[in-house]
């Protein structure tokens, strides 16, 4: 399976992720920050786009899977605009969250 590092504000929601993705068979890595993500092993990158920039995201050679509040629209217009790889409201994140991973890792690079 794949080491997914996820980038999550929300602690609660950052513990859905490791439960959710780890109980799939994945690797999972919690950072605070992109700065304190470790990237180097990574499979693909989940943040939340309501604290890291889209721009910071984006060129770093691995997928990356952002969300957002749904509220947010202009964030979700940055993040595309940025070229993130896919962009969900984190109420579809938590629904969908094991098939939008899986179709990120199986997309061509």
Known sequence: MATIVAIASDLMFGSRIVETLGGSGHRIEL?????????????LLIADL????????VGLGIPVLGYYSHVETAT??????????????RSRMAREMPQLVSGLLEMPR
């Open 31 to 43: 950072a605070a920050s992109l700065g304190e993500a470790p990237l180097e092993a990574a499979d």
């Open 50 to 57: 309501d604290t890291e920039p889209s721009e910071a995201l």
């Open 76 to 89: 979700k217009q940055e993040a595309e605009a940025a070229g993130v790889d896919l962009v969900v409201p």
